[in-house]
Each structure stands twice: as structure tokens, then as C-alpha cells.
């Protein structure tokens, strides 16, 4: 047709259309219809209806009849671009739904018979109508955009229909684009532009009708919002359609970015623009549940791909699986965001996929080959995991409730023993089994050890991000940091906290930096942090009775953590408020005070003094002279005494006092000990019943320890009050009194090994040649006592590099003496004096000008035995055995953890469980056992009231030492026990954990013994 035809021309083809019946003079007048210049035509309405009518829904992909439609669809097409007059939309809506409906039903069925080469025509002409099919869709959506907003049912239902037949083939072809040959990737892209159009239509009737005053809970088909029910209809169908097709071209291995891209943000828009009306009518549950699907699939195939891979994995190839996985992490935390009451609904879902993701992360750091994945997994998703975690919690659509029932889900343990589960920990977890993380379901979140970590690591950056939280979640916090105490108590947190370093982001903007920095000073920055953010909020006296009810927590991490807070609560807060918390302090230290219990290492009274000592540290100067006024300085009384002491042993800094207050109190010591060693003799001893007997030497040893220079005033006179220490207790045979002359022999070791100019005085030699005589050679040598003084002993021996050591004569009475005394250490069997010996005698080696060093060494030493065998010495492997301990002591000092490492902590951290554990048994016991001794004289309503008390029998008292001498057999044989020896280290825990059951029980029943009477109604 020539250029410039007219309506006529249109009328003469349709004519022609309608009276032939031949398929293929159809296909060659449609044609010819196409190639009409539309300008010169006025009446449209024949051609829709041609259009309609000759549409053909055959069954059989036949040529020439898909050649019609083709021929058809390009006519409407050309006619949508020109010009769509609205009496027509209804008509050409049902030609795209009959087009994009056919498609989608012969796509498949083109797909299967694409194998046979007769069928390959038909196919590749198949593929033109689907492509022809969906541009005619996209200009379409483009062009409905122009009209005003339907108030038609039947053409709002057209529409609805019309967009999802569309999305449906959509769907279905970028499903099978991989079995498309050729023509996949156009297929791909008009399917980009088809959706693409959806989401501009969807948006032009979103904002085309009154959304700010819609209520969708009061929509109903009445006449007056019949078009908000069509617009809202129409938007979820292309959200649930849009989702489904993200989540299809997820799967397709990066070959459908674009659609991924248009897909999911499509969504995202959609949803914020119909916020207030799509809430009740969109599964908001549903999609995130689909992005968490789609964030947690590729990290667990990364994870196994990356367990042992041969080379180290590269930053490309990290970014390749992290940047999807960032992308569908926004899109989660976009939607959380606008529908927090929806992700509410499936928070379990959500919170459990960011604790998955920490989970890897932690794996990642504890191998070096993955270092820089581990950096990059930070960079990508560390902000991002934790915007999703707090984009519903942080929400003021949330009520306090709800997010305190989300903290108790993810902080606590519903009672159950991490120690009694079977499941694997995060030390002893290789990646390749991090599978397993991404298979755990959400009831498991609080029985899965290997979790354990993560939730302690998610906890912590909670603490550190609480400036943007909300009051609501900073009361929240606050109430469980009880449980984050009681989890860091768990072995495998213990060993964790202390070894672990995870890769973190600092700064902001273009600051940011990456750092790796230990778990342990990310815990303790965290609740720094968290106490400056709700210092002036009211969730801060929760805070405050945290930190005092555990400030005799008493397992040692713990302590360290809450001592940590109170120092700097102490070193920040007014001088008032530091004044009288330390003088309440101070208070309670004198009421606590007692002869008893300064002996006592983990005692109340040494519990305060060492807290008291350690806030000190960090106060302000005239603090710490007010304290050794109020508490030091009348030294000369018993309960001053008593609190000098516990407070020097437990450091008090007597460095930080005043050059005149520091003076006088060295002094004093000095002048106390002198007094004491001058007037010293045995009678005097025997005399005194106090605990408190040689305190003046206990004084001056603990001040030794504190002040960071030695005293030159102690001369030779502590060598001859040693030597007659040590006759003394080599003659004594009163328990009491050989228990004093023990302290004392273990305090003088200490004062002369921190006094260097002791050791070249003229009295050194007799004492050494005492303390061999005492240690080896004499009476007491077999005396188990003693062993309380080894560790100073092993002390002793390393600062005798400040002794002259004779060369020439072998012979020499002081060198066999040392000699004798290493011998005796380098052969202790139980791992702690081995431990000690080796570092004595390995700082000897080191600093010594002595070269016939071989001659310390005996050559049945404890590390000089076979591994295997147990029998057979070797001098040359106590060598290498030594070498490779010192080659541990500088390797502990690398910041690399290692699986060695983590088990010993491990191991360590199930010791001092244990003892927390043990200590409400204990009291529980004492607390039962008082009751039951109680005597109401008035109102008789006490068992034992009414019956007379009697002794125990001898029996039972012999009995009870009978077993408490087999404890001390087993535990000796237990620390003898190498598991690494015989290959069975669960078989080591498991003895461990009964013998430990085993030790309370006899702890208990000796208690009960120690009174040595019972109500003669519990004798028989």
C-alpha cells in the first residue's frame, strides 16, 4: 500500500479478510492491513474487530495459521503505538490476553518438540509470535498509562487479566529462557521491557487514585470504591507475579540480572507506593520469606565449595556470590521497613538468617585461606544483615512487648545445657559442615551449639549500633545482658570471646575502614558504648543493678567484664558519684573483714578488696589516698591489718598514691616486717592462735607485688629469718604450727625472688643449701604439704641467674644444692608444676652466664619420657620437648587462633562452668543445713526441737577421710591422663564431668560431717 492510502483502502482488506476463508490469503492481507499509513484513517473500530475475530486459538502449531496470529498481533501493535482510542481498549485487552494466554499454553509443548528438525520452522516462527506477543503487551501497559482511571468493572477486569496473563508468560518463558537457543536472550530483554511497563502502569493506577485517605479494611464493592478494589486487585497480582519471576531469574545463575534487578525493585516500589493499602491484601510474610530463601541458598553452596579449596579463594570470585546476596538483603530490609507488623509475623525466619550469616562469618575468620572473604562477606553484608535485623525490631509499629518477646527468642537458652547436646561446636566445626547451619530450622535456634557464638556476636553489635535503637529496645537490652553473662560461662563462648577476631568496619562515609579486632575488645567497646547511649535514659537503673548484683560474678571472664564497666562508669561520672560509690565500697569491705576470710582467695572479703584495687586503677588520685587513710594508714590495729593485707594481695595500686603517703606506707611495712623477723621465735608462735600470725611478712610480700619497684631496705636479715623458717619446720610436728611455718616459707621465697640484690648477699648460700635440705634431701622433703610452696619455689629457682655459679668445681655445695633442686622440679609429673619448672628453668637457661646447663637436667625429667611408650628417657627429647614448649609460649602470643588453643580454653572454660555451677549447690546446701540445725524454743515447730542432738560416730568420720583421700588419688591420676596420649578426649571429658559430680557430693557430705553432731532423728 502506498503512502497516503485512506479509509477506504482499510474497509476493502477487511472486506477481503472476512469473505476469504484461506489461512494463507489472511496471513497476505493482514499484511498488507500493516502496511497502511494509519494517519489517513479514521475509522478504527472495523480493524479491532477484525482483529478479534480472526484471532486463531488453534490446538496444532501450524504454520500458516501461526503466521495469521503473528500477522494479527503486529496490526494491533502498530495500531496501540499510533493511536488507542478508548472505546477500543477492551477490544485490544482481549487480544493481548488471547495472545499472551495461547503463548503461554504452546510454549511448552513448542520446547519438547524443538528436538525434531521438521518441527524447527514452526518453532523459530513460534519464538517471533512470543516475542511479537509481549512487545505488543509492553506498549500496551505504556499506552493504558495516557487514560484517565477506569470506572468500568468489566474494562478494570480486562486489565487485571491482561496483566496477569502477561506476567504468566513471562514467567513461563524466562523459566525455560536456557532452552531457548538463540533467542534467549531477546526473549530476555522484551520480557525486561514487558515488565518494565507492568510496574509503570501499576504505579501511574496507584497514584491515580486517593490513597491518602484509603482505608483498605473499609473497602468494599460498593460503587464508590469499586476502582480502589480494581487498583489494589491489580497490584497483587503484579507483586506476587513480579516476585515469582525474581525469584526464577535468581536461579538462573547471574544469566538474568536485569530481570532480577527490575523484578525485585519493581516490588519494592510497588509496596511503598500502596503502603497504607496493600499491608491487608499482600503476603508480606511470603516475599520475605522467598529473599531469606534466596539470601541463604548461595551461602551454603559457597560454604561447601569453599571448605577446602585448592587455592585461596579470590576477591572476585567472593564478590561474585556476596553482591546477589547484599541485593536481596536490601530488597528484605526495604520491605521489613515499610511492613514491620507483617515481618513481625516471620521474624523467627528473619533473625535466624542473620544469625546464619554471623555464623559463616565466624567460620570463615578461623581460616586463614579465607581471610579475605571473610573481609569482603564484612564489607558487603555485616551493615546490611544488621539494617534487617533491626528494620522491623526498631520500628514504633511494634510494641514493646513484641520486641521483647523477639530478644527472649534470640537471647536464651528455655533452660536447656549446651553440655548435654551432641550437636557440633563452632571450635571443632569444619566449613564443610556449615552446611548443616543452613538446614537448621527455627526451633532449633536455642539447641544448636554451634550457634552459641553467633548469638553472643549479634548481641554485641546490637550493643554497639544501640544509639539508633529506640528506648523500647534499649530497656529490652538491658534486661538480657543477664543472659549474655550466663552464655559467656558456656565453654565454647569462653574459649571463643578469648581467641576469636572477626574483621569489623569503623568510621562512616568515606571513612569507613576495615580492622580485625578480638571478640573480647569488640564485647567490651560494645558495652562501653551501650552505657554511654542509655546513661541519660531511663533504662539506665536497670543498668546500674545489673552491674552491682554482679559484682561478685564468679567465674572470672565475667568479673573482668563487669570490673571493665564499673571503671569506666568510674573514670567518666562525677567526682561525687565516684566518691561515694567507693566509700559504699569501702564500707562494706570493713564489715566483711576477718582473719578467716583474707586467707581465703575467693572470698568475699578478697572478692571486694580485689574489685576495690581494680577500680582504683582507673580513679583519680586523691580516690586512692582517701582509701588507704580510710582503710591502711592505722595499720596497727587488727581490723587494719586485716584490710591491708586483702588489699594488697589483690594489688592495690600503692604506685598511684602520693609521693609522702607511698613513702610512709613502705616504710611501715618495712619497719612492721623488721619488728616482726627480729622478735621471731617458735614459742611465740605456738602462743598465738590467730590466723593473722606473720602478717607483717604477708604485708610486705603482697606490696612487693605491687609496687613496680623493689625495696632496697630488706637486707640479709630475711636470709636468716628464711634459715630459721626452715629449721623450725623441719622440727615441728603440730599441724597448726607447721601449717604457719608453710605460709611463711612460701611468702620469704616470694620477698627474696622479687628482691634481685638478695641473691648476691653473703646469707644466699646457706639458704639455698636450706632449701634443698627442706625440698629434696631432709625429712620433710616427703612431706605433701610442701607443694604449696613450689610455685614459689619454681620462682626462686629462675631469679638465681643473680647468683654466682661456680664453673670449675662440680663439687661446689650450692651448685649441687641447685642442682638438686631443679632436678626435683624438671621431674613433677602434674601438668601445672611442669608448666612452672619449664618456665623457671627455661628463663635460668636464657639469662644465665652458667654453660654446663646440662647439668640440671635429670635424665628421668618428666618431658624427657617417650610419648608413646611412658618408659623409655631420652635427655635429647626433654630438649626438643623444651624447645617446642618454648616455642608455644611465643606462639600464644600470635593472635591467630588455632584448634589447639580453642579446645585447651575449651577445656579451661568447662573447669570454671563447673564451679559457677557448683556454687548455688553449695549454698543451697548450707542454706538446707542451717534450717534443719535451727532450734525454735518457743513454738517447738522444728524437727530437730524436739530431739536431743549426739555425736557422730567414728565411723563416719573415718569414712569420710577414706574418701576424700580417694578423690585426691583419682584427681592426681586425672591430671597425670594425657587423652591426646590414648586418642579418646571425649572419654577424658566424660571422666572429667563425673569425677567433678563426684567431688560434690563428698564436698557435701563432709560439710555435714564437719559438725561432727546430727539430730538424733536423721542418726539411725
Known sequence: MVEGSSSSDLLRILGAIKSSEIVENRVQLFTELGNLDFKDISNFTSLVDSLTVFWEDFTCLDVSQCMLNRSIIQVALKYVEFDLHTSNVLKILSIGIKANSWCSKHLKMTLLSDQDSQEEEHASLFYQLLLEAMKFSASTFLTLMKFPVFSDKVLMDAVANFVLEALNLARASISDVKKLRSCGSEILKVAHMMIDAVIKLCKALSESVNSESCDVRLVSLDKDNKKMVHVINIIKCAIENLSQIGVL??????????????????????????????????????????????????LKCAAVAWSSPKDTVSVTEAKRILVPVKFYLINAVKIASLYPRQAYAVYREIMLCVIKITTLKIAMSNENFLNSVCAVSTELLEQTTMDL???????????????????EWLFTNEGDSFASLD?????????????????????????????????????INFLRCSLELDEDLKLGLVNKLQWFLDILVEEDVYSNILVLQLPLLRGSGK??????????????????????????????????????????????LCWEIVMECWCFMLRHAETDMANSLISKLCS??????????????????????????????????????????????????????????????????????????????????ISDYFDFIDSFDEAALKTSTSDLCGIPVSILCASLQSLQTSIPDIDARTLKFFVSVTHNLRGSEDKVIKDHYITLLGEVLQII???????????????????????????TASDGYLYKCKPHLAQFMAGLIHTELSETDDDDSKNCAILNLFHMLLKEKHWAFIHLALTAFGYFAMHTKYKKLWMFVPPDAALSYD???????????????????????????????????????????????QMVHKIPRIAEVEEVKCESMEVDDDDHNNTCSNNKKRKLGDGIIKGVELLKSGLKIIGDGLSQWNPNQLGNNELHVNFLTQFSQLENVVTQFEELAGSREFCSSLVP
Open 389 to 407: 535485623a533491626m528494620s522491623f525490631l526498631n520500628s514504633d509499629e511494634l510494641k514493646f512487648e513484641q520486641k521483647c518477646e523477639v530478644l
Open 423 to 459: 550437636a557440633p561446636t563452632l571450635a571443632n566445626c569444619s566449613l564443610g559442615s556449615m552446611n548443616e547451619i543452613f538446614h537448621l530450622r527455627c526451633e532449633d535456634i536455642n539447641r544448636g551449639r554451634i550457634l552459641i557464638t553467633s548469638r553472643v556476636a549479634l548481641f
Open 588 to 669: 562494706l569491705l570493713k564489715l566483711l573483714a576477718s582473719s578467716e576470710s583474707v586467707a581465703l582467695p575467693n572470698s568475699s572479703l578478697r572478692i571486694l578488696a580485689r574489685s576495690i584495687s581494680f577500680l582504683l586503677m582507673y580513679g583519680a588520685k586523691s580516690m586512692v589516698n582517701e582509701v588507704y587513710m580510710s582503710l591502711v594508714e592505722d595499720a596497727r590495729t587488727q581490723l587494719s591489718s586485716i584490710l591491708c593485707l586483702a588489699l594488697f594481695i589483690e594489688g592495690f595500686p600503692l604506685d598511684l598514691l602520693s609521693d609522702k603517703l607511698r613513702n610512709n606506707a613502705v616504710q611501715r611495712v
Open 511 to 556: 571513612t569507613v575502614q576495615l580492622v580485625w579486632q578480638p571478640l573480647f575488645t569488640s564485647l567490651l567497646h560494645a558495652v562501653k558504648t551501650f552505657m554511654i547511649v542509655i546513661s541519660s535514659s531511663t533504662a539506665w537503673g536497670d543498668m546500674e543493678s545489673f552491674l552491682i548484683e554482679n559484682f561478685f560474678h564468679p567465674h572470672s
Open 249 to 298: 531469574a535468581a536461579n538462573d545463575g547471574g544469566n538474568s540480572v536485569n530481570i532480577l534487578n527490575v523484578t525485585w525493585k519493581g516490588v519494592v516500589s510497588l509496596l511503598q507506593i500502596g503502603r497504607k493499602y496493600l499491608a491487608e491484601v499482600v503476603s508480606i510474610a511470603n516475599l520475605l520469606v522467598d529473599l531469606i530463601a534466596l539470601v541463604t541458598e548461595p
Open 867 to 913: 610419648v608413646a611408650s611412658g618408659a623409655e628417657s631420652d635427655q635429647d627429647r626433654f630438649t626438643e620437648e623444651v624447645k617446642a614448649f618454648l616455642n608455644k609460649e611465643m606462639a600464644l602470643l600470635s593472635i591467630t587462633p588455632n584448634t589447639e588453643q580453642l579446645e585447651l580454653l575449651a577445656r579451661e572454660g568447662l573447669v570454671l562452668k
Open 753 to 779: 625472688s622479687n628482691l634481685r640484690h638478695l641473691y648476691s648477699s653473703i646469707g644466699i648460700e646457706e639458704a639455698i643449701l636450706e632449701i634443698e635440705n627442706t625440698f629434696v634431701s631432709g625429712p
